[in-house]
């Protein structure tokens, strides 16, 4: 089974791994990463649960497994082998990507390699990138899945909760201090992208080899409360203003686990054993 995309989606690998492995005994399963692939294996089952960094599902500037970083963002829309030569073989593929490609601004597309003076490129309306490159997706998908012994999952966008102000709260907050999710049925934060929605679910359905949407955008809109917020690793020293201003180093993308990500696996699960 390979997880492939960006950090919620390492995030989503973290709670399968951790839901699996109490049952294993110690020296039956082990874990381990090598640069942009984290491999979890549980011995007894043949079993591995594997993630691979891959933001923008396509090739990017922003690959590489501890420097990505980047501020101007670059992808190689039709390209996807540099990444999906390690997906080969998978019975069961999850894929995401939404939030890298939420720069604001319109997406450079690259149309040669990452080499040389970069001169082949196009500026491309986000949606239009992201189309290009789930696409792109779709058509490995097509010619490497096997609908008959193979499944293909993908994991809608995860909302953000930066502005307290959507929800009714303090008009400067973020998710920082939020203890109860949002009781508003019908709220919709506004990072999430309804047009990117719109592209996904095109795409998706247009696909040869049935693509499974697992759908958690709405019912983690709600959960302002379940952010890593301040409680997370800090890789980079904390300066005395940011200790003084907690809000500003508050992570309101990220969740905590255990929590919610495990609720999207549990859905995973159902769609899997219970098509
Ligand atoms: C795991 O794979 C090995 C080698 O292919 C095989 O001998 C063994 O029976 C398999 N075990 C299980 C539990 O499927
Ligand atoms: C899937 O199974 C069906 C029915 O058994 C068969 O006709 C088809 O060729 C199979 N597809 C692939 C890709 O193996
Ligand atoms: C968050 O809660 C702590 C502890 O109750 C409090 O000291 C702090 O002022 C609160 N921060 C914000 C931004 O509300
Ligand atoms: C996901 O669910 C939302 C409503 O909760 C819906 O608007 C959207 O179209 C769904 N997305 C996909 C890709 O099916």
């Given at each position: 089974m390979v997880f492939t995309g960006d950090s919620l989606n390492r995030g989503q690998f973290i709670s399968l791994v951790c839901l699996l492995q109490?049952?294993?005994?110690?020296?039956?399963k082990s874990i381990k990463t090598i640069e942009s692939l984290t491999v979890f294996s549980a011995m007894d089952y043949n079993a591995t649960i594997e993630f691979y960094w891959a933001?923008?599902?396509?090739?990017?500037?922003?690959?590489n497994a501890i420097v990505h970083?980047?501020?101007d963002r670059i992808v190689?829309?039709?390209?996807i082998h540099k990444h999906a030569r390690h997906w080969k073989g998978a019975d069961i593929m999850v894929f995401n990507t939404y939030l890298w490609w939420m720069t604001g601004v319109p997406m450079k597309v690259l149309t040669g390699p990452f080499s040389g003076d970069m001169k082949n490129f196009e500026m491309m309306e986000t949606e239009d990138a992201y189309r290009v490159a789930l696409t792109r997706m779709v058509r490995w998908v097509e010619k490497n899945m096997d609908p008959n012994t193979t499944r293909v999952f993908f994991t809608s966008m995860s909302p953000t909760h930066e502005k307290s102000k959507e929800w009714?709260?303090?008009?400067?907050?973020?998710?920082?201090?939020?203890?109860t999710p949002i009781e508003d049925p019908t709220y919709w934060g506004g990072g999430s992208r309804k047009n990117i929605m719109r592209v996904l679910k095109r795409t998706l359905e247009r696909s040869k080899v049935p693509i499974t949407v697992v759908n958690i955008t709405q019912l983690s809109e709600y959960r302002k409360d379940a952010h890593t917020a301040i409680y997370k690793k800090q890789w980079n020293k904390l300066t005395p203003e940011q200790l003084a201003n907690p809000k500003s180093y508050a992570d309101c993308v990220h969740w905590c686990l255990p929590g919610l990500q495990d609720t999207w696996n549990e859905l995973l699960y159902a769609k899997l054993f219970y098509p």
């Open positions: 109490g049952v294993i005994p110690k020296d039956r933001p923008f599902l396509v090739e990017s500037n922003s690959d970083r980047v501020t190689r829309g039709r390209s009714g709260g303090d008009p400067t907050g973020n998710c920082l201090n939020e203890t």
